[in-house]
């Protein structure tokens, strides 16, 4: 356990100084972005030994592995962020420990999440994922909506009980005119949130970036990078 806290503290200061590094070539504050941990795949032992380091915004994309880790770790003062595709039976149990849902992308989970906010008497912030892969109206590959369809969605959050309208969130696409062009993506995102902004200027959270592309994420604006393999390792293969 000692290696494992040695060795997750030295990629965590990597990681800082990654971020830092990138803060000052974008002529911006340290403190303006965020870290996020995925921890996705990891047991909820690292999640222990990243509380420890200081890390407290962590995330997952798998229900079946995020509710059993976040009841383990329930005692840390650790935020939850939910970044996978959410199906809507899933909804309960996320919403009995996501502080942030950052994969929100269509209004029959708005409905849902909703519900079960309310129910379980907490509020969640929710992050419209844009997909930049995706024509008008459509879907993307990995969620997310258009980019034409972001108002529509954010109007359904922002008037839903128990949601919170928090901002906007991206994957760089595989695919389409943004295909390996990472900043122009990011680029894009923030011109997204800028018009969201007008509408709902308390949502100016940005979620874009990880692992490659943290610094791309960070010159372009982005408030908050999620970050898991250049934190806790290669992923073990799932079975």
């Not at 959410?86 to 149990?93: A, E, F, G, M």
Request: glycine share 10%.
């Amino acid at each position: 356990m000692t290696d494992r806290r040695t060795e997750l503290a030295g990629n965590l200061a990597r990681v800082e100084e990654r971020i830092a590094t990138a803060c000052a070539a974008a002529g911006r504050r340290r403190d303006e972005v965020t870290l996020i941990v995925v921890t996705k795949t990891y047991p909820a032992s690292d999640v222990r030994l990243l509380a420890e380091l200081g890390v407290r915004q962590v995330a997952e994309n798998r229900d079946q592995d995020a509710a059993p880790k976040a009841a383990e770790c329930a005692d840390l003062p650790l935020t939850w962020h939910f970044v996978g595709q959410l199906q809507t039976n899933k909804v309960r149990s996320v919403a009995g420990y996501a502080g942030f849902v950052q994969s929100v992308d269509r209004a029959r989970l708005v409905t849902a999440l909703s519900r079960e906010a309310v129910r379980a008497e907490r509020e969640i912030g929710c992050l419209v994922q844009v997909a930049l892969d995706a024509g008008s109206g459509e879907r993307g590959s990995r969620g997310g909506v258009a980019p034409d369809r972001v108002p529509a969605l954010a109007e359904e959050i922002a008037g839903a009980q128990g949601l919170r309208l928090d901002g906007v969130m991206t994957v760089a696409p595989l695919s389409g005119s943004y295909a390996g062009r990472q900043r122009a993506a990011f680029e894009r995102l923030m011109e997204i949130s800028s018009d969201l902004r007008a509408a709902y200027p308390a949502a100016n959270m940005v979620s874009a970036g990880m692992s490659t592309d943290l610094e791309d994420a960070v010159a372009a604006g982005a408030t908050h990078v999620r970050v898991g393999t250049a934190v806790l390792g290669v992923r073990p293969r799932l079975g």
